[in-house]
Nanobody, 120 residues
Framework: QVQLVESGGGLVQPGGSLSLSCAAS????????MGWYRQAPGKQRELVAT???????NYADSVKGRFTISRDNAKNLVNLQMNSLKPEDTAVYYC??????????????WGQGTQVTVSS
């Protein structure tokens, strides 16, 4: 059983920083794309950032220049460094992973979510 376990998050003042981490564990053949999504109250879940195995990252326009996604392929970890946080970044942040259980077969998984609140 594959699990994505998130850590980090919490309460921070506007302009502050937070770091999120997500670890994939369980029986895996390989880990492909990993990413972070978020869902604010009353809104749909949206992409924040994704990263592939070679480190190529993709960001939502709203976080470009402020957030940095990174991964450790050896540890099946993905991190999200969030700087210059704004109140509109407040949301539940979810880790997402495309994980192969055989060479040609994969499933996608979600973490349980971690709350990020930006408020003074």
């Amino acid at each position: 059983q594959v699990q994505l376990v998130e850590s980090g998050g919490g309460l921070v003042q506007p302009g502050g920083s937070l770091s999120l981490s997500c670890a994939a564990s369980g029986k895996m053949f390989s880990v492909d794309v990993m990413g972070w999504y978020r869902q604010a109250p009353g809104k749909q879940r949206e992409l924040v950032a994704t990263i592939i195995t070679d480190g190529t990252a993709n960001y939502a326009d709203s976080v470009k220049g402020r957030f940095t996604i990174s991964r450790d392929n050896a540890k099946n970890l993905v991190n999200l460094q969030m700087n210059s946080l704004k109140p509109e970044d407040t949301a539940v942040y979810y880790c997402h992973g495309k994980i192969y259980y055989r060479s040609n077969d994969y499933r996608t998984y979600w973490g349980q979510g971690t709350q990020v609140t930006v408020s003074s």
